[in-house]
């Protein structure tokens, strides 16, 4: 494995890209919508190899959460914002949003056989206020994916 050079340069890039939702360029105008769309901050990885590394990826997907949350409020329309933490592979960790489109009627959103009452991981427990936020946990394939998804906005999954 390689050493990870420049660590203090990326996060400092990684934070600088999260707390502002303005840097996706997205359109949360009135015609705004948002189809399944996605972002992985973690893209390469990294996280995979360290757990310091993967709870900073982690708190960053967290504060891009609240930003968008934040930006979602005025949006004027139904929509679901959620993060997915995949155990097994830090590369997919991701935040999703989704609103009516007009690509298709998958709106809500609707994922089976989600454990809303699953025991939360160590690695991200602390992360986490449990009194604002509800975890998730369901298996795809063989990966073990966790939701993080606000109480009080949007539509659950």
């Not at 996280?47 to 997907?61: D, F, P, V």
């Not at 690509?103 to 690695?123: A, E, H, Q, S, T």
Request: positive net charge; glycine residues 8%; proline residues 4%.
């Amino acid at each position: 494995m390689k050493k990870f050079r420049g660590k203090k340069r990326y996060f400092r890039n990684l934070w600088q890209e999260t707390t502002a939702a303005e840097q996706y360029n997205l359109d949360f105008g009135k015609e705004g919508w948002f189809d399944l769309w996605h972002t992985h901050l973690d893209f390469y990885g990294l996280g995979n190899n360290s757990l310091k590394i993967r709870r900073e990826h982690l708190k960053a997907h967290i504060a891009l959460h609240h930003s968008l949350l934040e930006k979602l409020g005025t949006l004027g329309k139904p929509y679901q914002l959620w993060i997915e933490f995949v155990d097994e592979d830090a590369g997919l960790d991701s935040v999703y949003m989704h609103t009516p489109n007009p690509n298709g009627d998958n709106f809500p959103l609707k994922i089976d056989n989600i454990n809303w009452n699953c025991p939360v991981p160590r690695y991200f427990k602390d992360l986490i206020n449990l009194n604002k936020f509800n975890v998730g946990h369901y298996k795809w394939e063989s990966n073990n994916n966790y939701i993080i998804q606000s109480k009080n906005n949007g539509i659950t999954l």
